[in-house]
């Protein structure tokens, strides 16, 4: 397990931005997102919206230990929109991110170059038009103890401010927790301290 403890993502959208060069308009969208389908509702919607619009280029990033990204340049050149919107991802250092950037042509061609400038500026723009806020990394946790050590368990959980994710109460108990990785290690001890509590790190 890596040491970082906190990743940065959105708040809320973004409001859109709009750029321009030599007539043509380039509108940037910011999404805070949490799966890939997140981001096909938001494409869809933006195809809706801007129906006449010739290209719809985006990058996003998923995912925090191990993020996966993807991109499009939606028939633009060759690595000249979706990557650059990629590098302001990076820039900016978030995740869990969707930009994307409507294009309507102006009816002069910017060349690669002039491409790779616009779809830059405008990701950049719409993610400093965006709330970025810095999250704790939530490991869940799984306990699974005896009915009578409930009470002793919930102090815990409300000691620490834990998440309480699912519970099965039953004579045999299995609760899952979501517990902020800064603090993990003291909280799996403490919960370790009290022989008869089972402690589980989980992959999310």
């Known amino acids: 397990m890596n ?3 906190t990743y940065k993502t959105l708040k809320n959208p973004s409001e859109p931005v709009l750029y321009k060069d030599k007539g043509s308009k380039f509108i940037g969208y910011a999404f805070p997102i949490e799966s890939k389908d997140d981001f096909k509702a938001h494409i869809d ?3 809706q919206e801007h129906s006449s619009a010739g290209h719809f280029c985006f990058a996003y990033q998923l995912g925090i230990d191990t993020p996966y990204h993807r991109s499009s340049d939606d028939g633009e050149p060759s690595n000249s929109a979706g990557l650059p919107i990629y590098g302001q991802l990076l820039a900016f250092g978030v995740t869990n991110v969707l930009v994307v950037v409507v294009r309507y042509f102006g009816g ?3 060349g690669v170059g002039g491409l790779i400038s616009a779809y830059k500026t405008t990701a950049r723009l719409s993610l400093e038009a965006s709330y970025i806020q810095t999250l704790d990394i939530l490991i869940p ?3 699974t103890f005896a ?3 409930l009470s002793q368990v919930m102090r815990i959980i409300k000691k620490y401010q834990l998440v309480l994710k699912t519970q099965s109460l039953e004579l045999d108990c299995e609760i ?3 517990a902020k990785k800064i603090s993990l290690n003291s909280i799996m001890t403490t919960f370790e301290a009290f022989h008869k509590i089972k ?3 989980l992959n999310d």
């Open 3 to 5: 040491s970082v403890t």
């Open 141 to 143: 946790l799984k306990l």
């Open 147 to 149: 009915y009578k050590e």
């Open 199 to 201: 402690v589980e790190a």
């Open 176 to 178: 899952v927790i979501l």
């Open 108 to 110: 002069t061609k910017l």
């Open 45 to 47: 919607k933006l195809k």
